[in-house]
C-alpha cells in the first residue's frame, strides 16, 4: 500500500522560508515521477512543481525563482524548499506520487502572514 506523509508546513511572516518533506512508502520510490500540488480556499487545486525519475524539474510561474524541488531516492523523500513566501502562498500543499495511477499525500498547511 503507498503512503505519502507530507510534513514542515505551519504559519510564517511573509519573506520567510519553509522546507516541506514528502515521505513515501509502500512503492518503489525512484522510477516516479513526483510532484507538488496545493489548494487555496474556494480555489482549484494548482500545480507549483514537478521533478522526474531523472531530477528533471518544472515550476509554476507563480513560484518560479523562489521554490525548490528536490528528491532523495534513498530516503524516498521529495522536498519543497520555499523562499520569499507570499500571502498568496497561503494554502494546503499535497504531494502527488506517479500519474496513472496517481497517490496523493494528506496534505500540509501553509500560512503566509502579511
Known amino acids: 500500500q503507498v503512503q505519502l506523509v507530507e510534513s514542515g508546513g505551519g504559519l510564517v511572516q511573509a519573506g520567510g522560508s519553509l522546507r516541506l518533506s514528502c515521505a513515501a512508502s509502500g512503492t518503489i520510490f525512484r522510477g516516479y515521477d513526483m510532484a507538488w500540488y496545493r489548494q487555496a480556499p474556494g480555489k482549484q487545486r494548482e500545480l507549483v512543481a514537478t521533478i522526474t525519475s531523472i531530477h528533471i524539474t518544472n515550476y509554476a510561474d507563480s513560484v518560479k525563482g523562489r521554490f525548490s524541488i528536490a528528491r532523495d531516492n534513498i530516503k524516498r523523500t521529495v522536498y519543497l524548499q520555499m523562499n520569499s513566501l507570499k500571502p498568496e502562498d497561503t494554502a494546503v500543499y499535497y504531494c502527488?506520487?506517479?500519474?496513472?495511477?496517481?497517490?496523493w499525500g494528506q496534505g500540509t498547511q501553509v500560512t503566509v502572514s502579511s
Open positions: 502527488k506520487l506517479g500519474s496513472t495511477p496517481a497517490y
